[in-house]
């Protein structure tokens, strides 16, 4: 991974936009390293398993933030990360979490920002999408 993008900084913002929604995040530290994360709707918490390894804490983040920020608690309570979810309201959080990460640090390549964040390959469309959006905007500021 790329250092800039693991730094804390990138973490503190993700945190700066829960604690401003009213969102607990709670990192577990003593379960294996092949359990999700979670998110529980109705309480606004999220789960973090410190030591889930397949994709950055970062993107995790994100994604699990987004699903309280953009979600629907009425149709679904609990969300367990899966780097698979390639429907529905998890497809939607890997989106919205490509964007968030993509506002607070914006990469210099796609390549750069997908090793970065252990992005799965097959949302490479996306980042692909997200990153022209954001050179258009930088352009005309």
């Not at 030591?51 to 993107?59: G, L, P």
């Not at 529905?88 to 750069?112: C, D, S, Y």
Request: charged fraction near 30%; aromatic fraction near 14%.
């Amino acid at each position: 991974m790329i250092d800039r993008y693991k730094s804390n900084d990138v973490i503190e913002s993700l945190e700066d936009v829960a604690y401003k929604n009213g969102i607990t995040i709670l990192d577990v530290y003593d379960l294996d390293k092949s359990t999700s994360d979670c998110v529980i709707m109705s309480v606004k918490t999220v789960f973090m398993n410190y030591s889930y390894d397949k994709v950055s804490y970062a993107f995790r983040l994100a994604h699990e933030i987004s699903h309280i920020l953009f979600g629907n608690p009425e149709s679904q309570n609990v969300y367990y990360f899966s780097e698979c979810g390639k429907r529905g309201e998890e497809f939607e959080a890997h989106k919205n979490a490509i964007e968030m990460l993509m506002k607070i640090k914006r990469p210099t390549t796609v390549q750069t920002f997908m090793e970065a964040y252990s992005i799965p390959s097959w949302l490479s469309e996306y980042v692909e999408i997200d990153y022209r959006r954001s050179n258009e905007y930088s352009k005309t500021r």
